[in-house]
């Protein structure tokens, strides 16, 4: 191979690395992702907080409860995290249109932007998000994936000044598929405002 051509090569898959997934990618993917049909109701979750270096900071579950009043989705969270941890946090969702959603909390700076295309939908935030005693200004580039068995795959990528520090990965259920289950792990397990630690160095 050449050295132009290497080089070309190269420069390629820089570019295709850099290529930012849209929403709109998904626009012929199912099944149909509605946020507030799937969030009306009762909802559990199961999640875990990776850090940059691929360690497993934190597990938690969460117990969601949705009501849509036609134009605003309520989703009130209820968290636990494995240390015994407990938090809240409550969200306003305005549907604007069949694929914009705009959505605030007490911990979000200003709102967050959903675009929602096909089985997935993006969130866009800043949040101020705890550190030990105090909190710091984080972006989520969020990520919800609904699959054909009703499970909803969540994945967000928290970063600071464009540095990534961790992802956050959820598997959303309806309550009543999961019965028993569900039922146990709210009691044993899991709260919301992940607490991020420095990794080992």
């Known amino acids: 191979m050449s050295k132009k051509i290497f080089v070309f090569s190269v420069v390629l898959i820089v570019l295709n690395g850099c290529a930012k997934m ?6 012929n993917t199912v099944p149909l992702f509605i946020l507030e049909e ?3 109701g009762k909802t559990h979750a199961w999640g875990i907080f990776e850090d940059r270096f691929g360690n497993i900071r934190r597990q938690f579950s969460v117990d969601i409860t949705g009501t849509w009043d036609g134009k ?11 240390d015994g941890e407990r ?11 069949a694929h914009t959603y705009i959505g605030t909390a007490d911990d979000v700076i200003g709102s967050a932007q959903g675009k929602a295309y096909g089985n997935a939908l993006n969130w866009s935030y800043h949040m101020n998000l705890k550190y030990g005693n105090s909190t710091i200004k984080v972006h989520f580039d969020d990520w919800m994936f609904l699959q054909s068995s009703g499970v909803l ?8 000044f ?3 520090l961790g992802t956050v990965i959820l598997a959303f259920v309806k309550s009543e598929k999961v019965g028993a289950l569900s039922n146990n792990s709210v009691n044993e397990q899991p709260p919301d405002t992940l607490v991020f630690q420095e990794a080992s160095q």
């Open 72 to 82: 605003k989705l309520v989703l009130d969270e209820k968290f636990i995290y494995n």
């Open 153 to 160: 795959l969540n994945r967000a990528k928290v970063s600071k």
């Open 162 to 164: 464009g540095i990534e």
């Open 22 to 27: 849209k929403p709109i990618n998904f626009k």
């Open 38 to 40: 799937y969030f009306e």
């Open 87 to 97: 938090d809240q946090r409550i969200w306003t969702i305005e549907k604007i249109n």
